[in-house]
């Protein structure tokens, strides 16, 4: 029985997609990957982690690469494992571009000596750096990153690209947009502000708060990967977007406005360097080629989205006290089978 493998899988996206496959294909066999850095969390899998294989381990290790491969039988490959938060790119670049660049060319040679059947590379529209007032990003648009995060990222997809072309893997990569959603770890912009609002504490908005975002509800894009990876055509990109574009202080008023709480705990505070204005996808492609289109309203999701962080406030507590970076140990050991 041949099974899938998915790295980054206790992360905030990877994790959505394992509890979503376990739904939706459940005779499926998931082999997860995850070296449980600050912002994997193997509490996010614990509903199921009877029903998969579950192995701490990092990306940049062949020998564990193929022996998970070689083990379990894995023919595909799904790579969510990446250093993803652009400000601790600008704090530290180097592990950015290890994990992100070299992680994935050590998964691309393990999967190259093993003819591995599908691998599909998870990345971000941030790869094509900002966009004026008007237009979206297509998968033509040239790849202009402007951060070291979204640098590595762009650099991880050309290698992608060059394993089709040069040994003629069959590769595919998306590209989506901000997500948001159930499991996203507290130092994002949504899960930030809202837990930031409920303890009554400022929230920080960069400069004047106008940079647009697209906003993609978390299992909107795991729909859009199981489609790429189960009908995409090899060798192609394909952006993933939410349709769902907002400034940054309109998302922070819809959570105060939501939580009851006064617009005077917003804080403008200074810029980051390189802060890009606007994305916006263009998601054309996957309506046309895979019939694929978003469900959750961003109105509809965002309440939810709120309305679970209140919900599973000892989740998010664990996490900001530090406490959950005991959970492996103290409740898993080296649980994995």
């Not at 994790?15 to 912002?39: C, H, I, W």
């Not at 750096?129 to 402007?146: D, V, Y």
């Not at 939501?258 to 492609?285: E, F, M, T």
Request: proline share 4%; hydrophobic share 40%; with cysteine.
């Amino acid at each position: 029985m041949s099974a899938l493998l998915i790295t980054g899988g206790a992360g905030f996206i990877g994790s959505n997609f394992v509890l979503f496959l376990r739904r939706e294909l459940p005779t499926l066999r998931l082999v997860v990957l995850d070296k449980l850095t600050y912002a994997g969390n193997l509490e996010n899998l614990a509903g199921v982690l009877p029903d998969i294989t579950f192995v701490r381990g990092d990306i940049l290790d062949p020998g564990v690469v193929d022996d998970l491969i070689a083990k379990y039988n894995v023919d595909r490959i799904v790579n969510f494992a990446a250093e993803s938060h652009v400000d601790r790119s600008i704090l530290g670049p180097r592990v950015f571009v290890d994990t992100n660049v070299t992680g994935t060319l050590t998964l691309l040679e393990s999967a190259r000596r093993h003819k591995i059947r599908r691998f599909l590379q998870v990345s971000t529209d941030e790869v094509y750096g900002s966009l004026g007032a008007t237009g979206a990003f297509t998968e033509e648009s040239p790849l202009q990153p402007n951060s070291p995060y979204s640098s590595s990222k762009a650099g991880a997809d050309l290698l992608v690209r060059a394993y089709h072309h040069t040994f003629g893997m069959d590769t595919v990569t998306t590209r989506c947009s901000n997500n948001y959603g159930p499991l996203q770890f507290p130092e994002k912009l949504i899960p930030l502000m809202i837990i930031n609002a409920l303890s009554d504490k400022a929230l920080p908005v960069y400069g004047d708060g106008m940079n647009v975002r697209d906003w993609l509800h978390v299992e909107d894009h795991c729909s859009a990967l199981l489609a790429v990876l189960e009908r995409g055509t090899a060798g192609e990109v394909y952006n993933i977007g939410g349709n769902s574009e907002a400034p940054n202080i309109a998302i922070v008023e819809r959570i105060l406005t939501h939580l009851g709480k006064s617009k005077d705990l917003i804080q403008y505070v200074a810029d980051r360097p390189g802060h890009d204005r606007r994305y916006a996808i263009d998601a054309g492609k996957m309506k046309r080629d895979l019939g694929w289109q978003p469900k959750h309203s961003f109105e509809g999701g965002m309440q939810a989205t709120i309305d679970w962080y209140l919900s599973n406030r000892s989740w998010w507590e664990r996490i900001i006290s530090g406490d959950y970076q005991l959970y492996y140990e103290q409740q898993y050991g080296e649980r994995s089978r």
